[in-house]
Nanobody, 110 residues
Framework: VQLQASGGGLVQAGGSLRLSCAAS????????MDWYRQAQGKQREFVAF???????DYADSVKGRFTISRDNAKNTVYLQMNRLKPEDTAVYYC?????WGKGTQVTVSS
């Protein structure tokens, strides 16, 4: 399985970004998918997950601001990020918890 995250960038605090993660493989629809992030000098931390059936959960720090979703027809998982804060600045990674993609940088300016 190969994962490719995209959609990062520079945004002002309060703004929005949508990250995408395209996955290869024919069994994507059966895979639970997670987003993690790693800020400079900090450990990687969990952000959100979505099961194959669409059940979701979030880290407390992003609950109510971020939404994870998936489109199985496109083999893609998304992370809609609203009301972004400077502390959301990090490299964001998508993962099946076995396979990890290269991350995409999100920078939120104050």
């Amino acid at each position: 399985v190969q994962l490719q995250a995209s959609g990062g960038g520079l945004v002002q605090a309060g703004g929005s970004l949508r990250l995408s993660c395209a996955a290869s493989g024919s069994d994507f629809s059966s895979m639970p998918m997670d987003w993690y992030r790693q800020a400079q000098g900090k450990q990687r931390e969990f952000v959100a997950f979505i099961t194959s059936s669409g059940t979701t959960d979030y880290a407390d720090s992003v609950k109510g601001r971020f939404t994870i979703s998936r489109d199985n027809a496109k083999n893609t998982v998304y992370l809609q990020m609203n009301r972004l804060k400077p502390e959301d600045t990090a490299v964001y990674y998508c993962t099946t918890n076995i396979y990890w993609g290269k991350g995409t940088q999100v920078t939120v300016s104050s």
